[in-house]
């Protein structure tokens, strides 16, 4: 069973501040990696894919890969208020180039 | 730009109906899949498609049918309803791009089915 770990949170940080979500996976084989924010009540929405190791800077999202380590981190810079969301790591899963697999989320809050 | 859209957005049910969820999507993607999302399980994989008339079971595929006659198309039923199955589904699609890279996937805006 291919699994994605995320810590289940809640993580609170400050506005403003730097929030540093992390992602673990088992599956070595695993080559795309995915952020989604989830509001409450609403859907997933994809916020960053990234693929090769390093890191990927989209605003103030950053994600970082780590493929040795099996680790995908999100960054979240000037923490807004709107910010507060579930945000879920998935990784490609089975050997498939499609199918993916989701970590439960972890919830963040950013307090005014 | 509709996008991937699901009907009911709501609906309560009692144990032992058929109920289909509807999910249409207007990208042409070739893949389709079904989730359900309950607390402490995060999204699970119900049923896949990786184009019309093919069909894979996911993860929780028990008491669950899916048809695909048409790709913007992906209908899930539950053939006789049970409590267990009250979650939210959230329908989902993506392209199968051109290299080995997973393309990410989109999502509608859920049902959220009730079974009495």
């Known amino acids: 069973q291919k699994e994605v770990e995320q810590n289940s949170g809640p993580l609170s940080v400050p506005e403003g501040a730097i929030a540093s979500l992390n992602c673990t996976y088992s599956?070595?084989?695993?080559?795309?990696f995915f952020w989604y924010r989830q509001y409450s009540g609403k859907s997933p929405e994809l916020i960053m894919s990234i693929y090769s190791n390093g890191d990927k800077e989209d605003g103030r999202f950053t994600a970082q890969l780590n493929k040795a380590s099996q680790y995908v981190s999100l960054l979240i810079r000037d923490s807004q208020p709107s910010d507060s969301a579930t945000y879920l790591c998935?990784?490609?899963?089975?050997?498939?180039?499609?199918?993916?697999?989701f970590g439960k989320g972890t919830l963040l809050t950013v307090n005014p | 730009d509709a996008g991937i859209t699901q009907s009911p957005r709501y609906k309560i049910t009692e144990t032992g109906r058929q109920v289909t969820l509807m999910c249409h999507q207007t990208w042409s993607h070739s893949y389709m899949f079904w989730y359900r999302q309950d607390l402490g399980h995060g999204l699970r994989l119900i049923y896949y498609s990786a184009a019309a008339d093919i069909t894979d079971k996911g993860e929780v595929p028990d008491g669950y049918v899916v048809s695909r006659s048409k790709t913007e198309n992906f209908p899930l039923t539950l053939e006789s309803a049970t409590r267990s199955q009250t979650s939210v589904y959230f329908c989902a699609s993506s392209d199968p791009g051109g290299g080995p890279s997973t393309q990410p996937q989109h999502f509608g805006d859920g049902t959220r089915l009730s079974i009495l």
């Open positions: 998935a990784v490609n899963s089975g050997g498939s180039n499609y199918k993916l697999t």
């Open positions: 599956d070595r084989g695993s080559q795309s």
